[in-house]
Structures are given as C-alpha cells and as structure tokens.
C-alpha cells in the first residue's frame, strides 16, 4: 500500500521536475545566441527567406506560446521533428536552403529510441563493472581498515579519481585496440564495442563507489550487533554476508542515484571519444547543430531516466532497511 | 559438578605488567538450574567478568590467568569452531537491548537464524514455530505478527524480552544476564525478572544473574557474590547476604540502598500557603506525525492531556511514569521549549507562551534545566571555566573579574575544585560531570529548577551526594525543584510532592507520604509494587504488578485509559473518563474507585493545590 501512494508521489513529482527542466531548457535554447534558421538554411539564404521559415516554423512567436506549443504535442506523444536531420539518417549541413521538405525530417522520438538502447547496454555494462570491481576493493577494504587491503583500496580510488576519462579513453583505445588489437574500439559493430568505453566510464565511478563501501562497511562493522552477534553463535562469514553487507548498502545505493547525474558527463565524453551511437553522441552533435528539437527531447527523456532512476533507488533502499521514509 | 565455574580469573586490559587489572583472581562456580547473582557498582568490573564467562574478550581486554570451565572443559582451550557449537548450550544477554540486532531484518528471522546456526538440523518451519511459542511465552502480545517485526518497532522492554528469546530459544544450560534489567522501566524490569525465573524452571537454565542494583539481584537469584573493584569480596546466601553483610562493601552497598517504608526519615513539612511559581491550566501538547501509509495523512500524538497543578516556592516537586508517559514532554512545555498546544502555563502568574524580550530572558535565567546525559552534553573542547562563563555571557556579563569570582563561587558550592578552571571535562568521572551541569544551570541564580533524569546515570554513592547538595543548595536559596524521573526511590528521598504521570496524563497527585503509605491510583500502587527494595513490600506484586506495556499514545483507549492494565477495571471504567478527584485535603486521584467528595472539574486550577 505504501509503495502505491509512494509510486504516485513520486511520479507526480517526478512530472514536475521534467517540466520545469525542460521549461529551462528550452528558455535557454532561445536566448542563446546562434539562429537554428540560418543553419538550417545556409549562411546564403536571404534575411527574407530566414525569416519567413522561422515565422512558419513559430520561432518568432513569444517563449511562452512555443513552449506551450511544444509541450501540448509531447503529452501526446510527439517530441516533434528535428531541425536538420532528413529522416534517411545522416545528418545534413543544411547548404540546400530551397530544399523545404519538412516531411523528410527524422522524428526526434525515433532518433533518441536508436540511440537510447545503445547507451543503456553501455551504462550497464559500467554498472556491472564498476560494481564488481568496487565491492571486492571496497569490502576488503572496509574489512581492515588501516591494514592493506585499506591503503589499496585508498590509492586505487585516488589514482583512478586522477584519471581524466579523455586520457584514458585514448591510451586504452591505442593500448588495447591499437597496439595489441584485442577489442575494437571506434564506432559499433557488436556487443564487443561497449566494453572499452565501460572500462572509461567505471573507472571513473568506481572511486566514489569504492570510498562510500569502505566507510559504510567499517562502520557497520563496528556495530553492536556485529560482535553480540558472535557470541550469538552467529559465525563471521555470516555475520558479514547477511548483515554487515546488506546494511553498508544501504548508502551504496542512495549513491548510485545521485552518481548517475554525473556519469552523463562522462557518457558523453566517452561515447564522442569513441564514436559510440549513443544518447551522448546524439547530444553533442544536436548542440553542434543548434538542433533545439532534439536537445528538447533529449533532456526531457533524460530527465524522465534520472527521475526514475532515483524512484527505484529509493525503492531498494527502503525495502532493505525499512526504517528509511520514503 | 558446577556448570560453570570461573577459576582465579585474571583480566587486565594489555598484556604489558602495568596494564590495569579489570578481574582480579576472580572465581565462581553455577549448579545446573541455579540463578547466581553478582553486584557492584558501576565500572566495578561486571560487564567484563559477564564477557569473560562466555568468551567474548575483545582487545585490549586479555585473561592473564585462570580458566572458565563449562562442565569442566576450559572454553578458552576450544578452537573457534567448537566455541561456536558451544555458544547453543551458553547464551548471553547484555544490558543494550537496541543494538544488538541487525535493524534492517524482522526480529524472528534472527532469531530462527540464530537457532539455524547454532543448531543446523532444526528446520526452518520448525525453528519459526518454536521463536512464535518462545515470544508468546515472554507475554510479547500478538506474537505471530510480532515475529515480523523489525527491532525499531520493539519497544526497549520487548526488545529486551526478544532477546531473552533469542539466548532461550536453543535450551542452553547457562544464560549470562548482564544488567538486563538497567534500561528498563520498574515495572517492566520486574516482568523481566519473573519470567526469569519462571524459564529457568520450565527450560532447567541457570543463570548467573549479574546487575548494579542489590534489590534487583534480591528478587532474582539465591546466592549472591558481591564485586568490588574487580574481586569478589563476599559470597553469601541472597537472604542471608542482605540480611548480614559481613563485608565493609557489602555492608555500605545494604546501607545505601533506599528505603521507601521503614526508618526513612520524613522530610520536612513545609506551609502550604507558599507562594506558587509554576502552574498548568489544563496544558496539553499534540503532536501530528506524518502517517507512513496514505497520502500526507497525519497522526495525532498526544503526548501532554489537559494536566493541572501548580507547584510552589521551595517544592521539589517530581513528576514520574513510564517511558514514554509524557514526562519528559511536560518538561519541554515547563521550560518553554516548546509552546503547548492547549492550556496555559504560568511562571509568577504570567503566561509564559506570552513572554517577550527582556522578560523572556529574565524567565529563561530564572528556570533553569539540569539534563540527563553528564557525557553527551559537555562540549569536550571547552575548558570548564569557560564553560561556566557562557551562559552569564548570554546574559550580558562583560567584566572577567566578575565572571571569575562567580564561577568559581557556584563551582565551590557544587563542589567542583577551583583547579579545574582551566581543565578540560574530558577526565571528570561521571559524578563531576553531572556537578558542571549543575553548575552551569546555577551561575544565573535561577529560583526553579528541572531536573531530567539527572541523576539516573549516576551510582547510588555517587547519587546519594548529589542529592544532599542539592538539599543544601535549595535551604540556601529558597529554590524550588522539579524533578522528572522513572526512579521512586529518590523521589521518596527528597520529594514533597508527586505527579503520576501514564499516557500523558495526571494520574495522582499527592504528597510524599500519602502516595507511598495510601496512594490512590491503582497505577501507583502498582509503581510501588514494582520497585526494587530490600524491605518487604507493602504492595505485592502479585495483587498489582501490571501485564504488558502502556497502550500507544497514537490511540488512546476511551474511558479511563489505563483500563486495558488495570487489575480492577470496572464496568464504569469503559465509558466514563475519570478526572482528578480530592481524596484528602491535599491529594488527588484520577480513578472512580476514589469516592468523590469535591470533582475537580477541568477549569478550577485552586482546586489543584488548595
Ligand atoms: N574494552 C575496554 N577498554 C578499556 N577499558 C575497559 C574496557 N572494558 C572495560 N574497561 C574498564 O574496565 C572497568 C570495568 O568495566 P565494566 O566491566 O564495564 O564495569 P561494569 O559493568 O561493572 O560497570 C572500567 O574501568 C572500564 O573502564
Ligand atoms: S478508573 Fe477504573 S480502570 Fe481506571 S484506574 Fe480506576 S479502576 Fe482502574
Ligand atoms: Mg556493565
């Protein structure tokens, strides 16, 4: 029952939060400088003819009503077209300003449901990585605090904190692909492309993952029930697997919600490093193009992703310790 | 053959030959069956020598010598494995009954997870009827639901009875108690004990009985050994040990414990036309909870219902109950913390929720709080001088010779040594801890007091001390006391006046010897049945020692709401709320077994105090 009334607060808000975030959005497109119209049309399309495509496209009508304009047609479904892409795929510079036919422009819903599963088979896969790699430093790190496993768990987050991801994404590319010629690496072409870039991405996540699993599990292994436990009868294999860990995880996974927000920085560093089809390519050349459509949908559907991320973050995390409120 | 028998046990806290000495050559032996118990004061070594018997020394902590034999075999010779299998047949139960379960998992999976360990061909169907048998044998209500829950649901008296639970639930041989009964409430200690008792003769456990309170080992155990500093200094008979102390520690230990009934010394009668400092008009205070199911739901706590009296100048007034009964509430409204949600509250006959500015800080310096916890609420990096200035300085006190003089002057009275001025609290003992919070309450010369469990932390010497400065104190300036506290035994001491408190309201109020020798309340008198003493008891506890747990203040039962506990409920008892009712002059009862003479009726605050 409470999960109910919590699935719906939390959507409610969660509809909220993406609305104002693409209000903001889309008030930041307009007032920046740079006229999607001129790109579109080329630098020798006549002022007349822009503005007349920009009049027929609603540009010159008041923020307000095109954003208004804009949303009535995303609650139906419709993130609209985009500005430069025809839909046959590759994007175009836009030299042919005679060339009209808006029907031939891609979907912007179409473009992000391409470029979505790519991303999210790389965002697993980071997941999955950086997870299993954190948890076996993590926990022998938070097991023996101030012996070795500690200070090894301290200087790989430290050293991989210091790793900036556009420097390691070229060495591993050159080291792995380059060099030794074990895993592909530029483009896709199968499953085996998503590997190196995972390998960026969790490395720059597993520090923060690796810190908060040694703190919380060296802290709960201070807890009373931990050495009451053993006189219990309780063993230590057991005392750590079925409680100790399940509590440290608690703030693992409170974590996990908020790191996703910056590993977007990274998926779009990454994915452009390593021309990976994904949401953060589709992102880089939408604001290279002053696509607004496509920037539109994009943070709307990304939103939509963090707002349902951080629902079933908390989810879990209740479900584990039920003394948390939702 | 013993059971158990500790032999020459010495533990020293390092390895080192200067390391100090915690258990000194420390021997003990338990017969199947028997419950032994052990007493000291606090830091005299109990905890250690209860961790020792069960093999639970963690560094620094070493034994040095001797062995604890379990039906002659020596534990400390056992590999870890055969320990483990031991711990089946030797349990232990400490004195923290909230941390010692894993907060996120149902109590019942950890305790059939406990059993499963301990015992692996027990199946898990089996082990989950046995844990529900075992909880609805302690009296948890509604065990089968129960079983589900998590620790942080559990109250600390059911928390406490789970975890007998869980050192029962594999028939051990030997249970270590502990203190078991130190967080608890009388009545709820004294329901521990009996069920004690009662197991150790269904299930054939002994138990050695370990605690800081001589009347709580009394009620428990048949022979008794008393721990001085970390040796046994005396082993007798329970009876005979109370009876005929042969010890110089054991004799001081029988002498200080308080008497309620016999050759207690009546405290001074004091005019009943004083002055009145504080009054409640009909105070209450409700609480809205947010609900954890429904939308934006919240619940009503009432924490505070419509209390009334008034106390006067020079009163030491106690307020008592439960945990959880609203005590601690009322002291938030009395010294304006919080604004009550009802009724009024008067300071010198002005409102005090009305208090502004100059006169709010003239209010503020004239009623001062004392607070329960001497190790929490020190800021460790101040130096005690210093300390002591701050709340002069919030008064407005500029001039350092001044400060100086009137700080060292309180630290005098209290007495606190003028060498500590410039120390830091970190080496006070506990005692002195509690004198700084005293002290830094009284640099403003307040006229009123409130004293929050103040003193529970403290041991009876130590309390005993305090107690008397405090008399000292109040002859000297005409102050008036409030103290709240769950221990009858001191508000026997040094109260003139109580206020019984159970769910928020005003049970009975009366004076000292009237709510011991003639209470009026059948809650009361199941307060007084409760507690621990040497003497015999004027109240059984077999005619009026409560079942259960107070009901929760999230809904209060209609009528008198003390119903569902009271062993002589009545028809009218149902439907009819009954209100304070004068018994004597002075003395009030809110019960329909009191024969009403004049109702006090809700507005006639005279009436309270007359
Ligand atoms: N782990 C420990 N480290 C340091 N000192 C300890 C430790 N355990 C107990 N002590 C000391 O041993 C003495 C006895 O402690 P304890 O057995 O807890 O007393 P009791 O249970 O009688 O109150 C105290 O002075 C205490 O400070
Ligand atoms: S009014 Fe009834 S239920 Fe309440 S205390 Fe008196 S006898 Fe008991
Ligand atoms: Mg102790």
């Not at chain 1, 909220?16 to 497109?29: D, G, N, R």
């Not at chain 2, 009024?344 to 502004?356: H, M, N, P, S, V």
């Not at chain 2, 410039?422 to 403003?444: C, D, I, K, M, T």
């Not at chain 2, 009026?520 to 004027?538: F, I, N, Q, V, W």
Request: proline residues 5%; contains cysteine; aromatic residues 6%.
């Amino acid at each position: 029952m409470f999960t109910l009334n919590f699935l719906i607060r939390r959507l409610a808000q969660g509809v909220v939060i993406i609305f104002l975030v693409s209000f903001l959005i889309f008030t930041l497109l307009r007032v920046v400088p740079g006229d999607p119209v001129r790109l579109m049309a080329g630098g020798m399309a006549p002022e007349a003819l822009i503005e007349k495509i920009a009049k027929d496209m609603g540009l010159r009508d008041p923020i307000i009503v095109q954003f208004g304009r804009y949303m009535g047609s995303v609650v139906r479904g419709d993130l609209g077209q985009s500005f430069v892409r025809p839909a046959n795929g590759a994007s175009t510079g836009g030299s042919s300003f005679n060339d009209s036919t808006r029907g031939e422009r891609a979907e912007v819903l179409t473009l992000i449901l391409e470029a979505l599963p790519m991303t999210l088979q790389l965002a697993a896969m980071t997941l999955a990585i950086s997870l299993v790699f954190s948890a076996i430093i993590g926990i022998a790190g938070g097991l023996y605090p101030g012996r070795w496993p500690d200070k090894v768990a301290f200087y790989i987050s430290s050293i991989f904190i210091s790793l900036p991801n556009f420097w390691l994404g070229i060495v591993l590319a050159l080291l792995f692909s380059v060099k030794l010629g074990w895993l592909p690496a530029i483009g896709y072409n199968g499953f085996a492309y998503t590997i190196l870039p995972a390998i960026v991405l969790a490395v720059e996540m597993s520090p923060v993952l690796i810190r908060t699993l040694v703190g919380s599990v060296s802290s709960q292994m201070t807890e009373a029930y931990v050495s009451v436990g053993r006189v219990r009868g309780l063993g230590r294999t057991r005392i750590i697997a079925n409680h100790v860990l399940r509590n440290a995880s608690v703030p693992l996974f409170n974590l996990l919600g908020i790191q996703f927000s910056s590993l977007l920085g990274g998926v779009i560093i990454v994915e452009y490093i390593f021309d990976y089809p994904g949401l953060g390519l589709l992102t880089i050349n939408a604001v290279l193009q002053r696509d607004f459509p496509l920037i539109q949908g994009i943070a709307i559907v990304t939103s939509a992703i963090f707002v349902l991320i951080n629902i079933v973050v908390d989810l879990v995390a209740t479900s584990i310790d039920p003394r948390l409120e939702y | 053959m013993a059971l158990l028998e500790l032999r020459n046990v010495t533990v020293a806290l390092g390895r080192s030959d200067t390391a100090k000495v915690i258990l000194e050559d420390v021997s003990l032996s338990l017969a199947p069956k028997e419950i032994v118990g052990v007493v000291g004061a606090s830091a005299s070594g109990k905890t250690v020598l209860s961790r020792t018997a069960v093999n639970w020394l963690d560094p620094p902590l070493v034994r040095r010598s001797g062995s604890v034999l379990f039906e002659g075999r020596d534990i400390y010779g056992m590999k870890e494995t055969e320990m483990r299998g031991l711990r089946q047949r030797i349990s232990y139960v400490g004195a923290n009954p909230m941390g010692a379960m894993d907060p996120t998992l149902p109590v019942g999976a950890q305790i059939v997870e406990k059993m499963r360990a301990v015992m692996p061909d027990v199946s898990r169907r089996q082990a989950q009827e046995r844990v529900i048998e075992l909880l609805a044998a302690v009296r948890i209500p509604s065990a089968s639901s129960r079983f589900h829950d998590y620790p942080s649901q559990f109250s600390g008296g059911m928390m406490q009875r789970a975890l007998i639970v869980d050192a029962l639930v594999t028939n051990p041989a030997v249970l270590v108690a502990d203190n078991v009964t130190q967080p608890l409430d009388v009545t709820v200690a004294a329901q521990v004990i009996r069920l004690i008792k009662e197991l150790t003769d269904q299930f054939n456990t002994a138990v050695l009985f370990i605690s800081s309170s001589l009347p709580m080992v009394r009620e428990a155990s048949t022979r008794t050994l008393v721990i001085d500093r970390g040796r046994i200094v005396e082993e007798q008979a329970t009876e005979a040990l109370v009876a005929r102390p042969s010890h110089p520690y054991t004799r001081e230990l029988v002498s200080q414990t308080p008497k309620i009934w016999r050759g207690t010394e009546t405290l001074p009668a004091l005019p009943e036309d004083r002055e009145v400092v504080l009054s409640l008009r009909d105070a209450s205070q409700t609480y809205r909870v947010k609900k954890r199911s429904g939308l934006g739901g919240v619940n009503l706590v009432r924490a505070v219902r419509n209390v009334t009296f008034d106390v006067r100048r020079g009163d030491s007034f106690a307020i008592v109950g439960e945990s959880g009964c609203g005590k601690s509430t009322l002291m938030r409204l009395l010294s304006r913390l919080e604004l009550p949600s009802s009724g009024q509250i008067l300071c010198e006959g002005k409102d005090i929720a009305t208090l502004r500015g100059r006169d709010l800080l003239d209010f503020r310096a004239r009623l001062q709080l004392v607070l329960q916890d001497p190790f929490g609420s020190l800021p460790p990096r101040t130096s005690i001088g210093r300390m002591l200035e701050e709340p002069l300085r919030t008064h407005g006190w500029r001039d350092r010779e001044k400060l100086r003089a009137r700080v060292l002057k309180v630290m005098g009275e209290v007495g606190l040594a003028a060498e500590l001025y410039n120390e830091l609290p970190l080496g006070l003992s506990a005692g002195q801890r509690q004198r700084v919070n005293v002290a830094r309450a009284l640099v403003l010369e307040p006229s009123i007091l409130i004293m929050d469990e103040t003193l529970s932390a403290l041991d009876q010497a130590e309390q005993f001390k305090l107690l008397d400065l405090f008399q000292k104190l109040q002859q000297e300036y005409n102050l008036t006391y409030i103290f709240i506290s769950h221990d009858l035994a001191m508000v026997r001491k040094v109260c003139n006046r109580v206020a019984v408190m159970y769910l928020g309201e005003v049970f009975e109020l009366a004076g000292n010897e009237r709510l011991f020798f003639d209470p009026g309340h059948p809650y009361t008198m199941a307060l007084l049945s409760a507690m621990p003493t040497l003497e015999d008891k004027r109240y059984k506890p077999e005619d009026c020692l409560l079942e259960g747990e107070p009901p929760s203040p999230l809904s209060i039962p209609t009528g008198c709401s003390f119903k569902s506990r009271c062993p002589r409920a009545m028809e009218v008892c149902n439907g009819v709320q009954p209100v304070l009712t004068v018994r004597h002059e002075h003395d009030f009862a809110a019960c329909h077994l009191v024969k009403a003479e004049i109702p006090l009726i809700e507005d006639s605050v005279e009436g309270a105090s007359a």
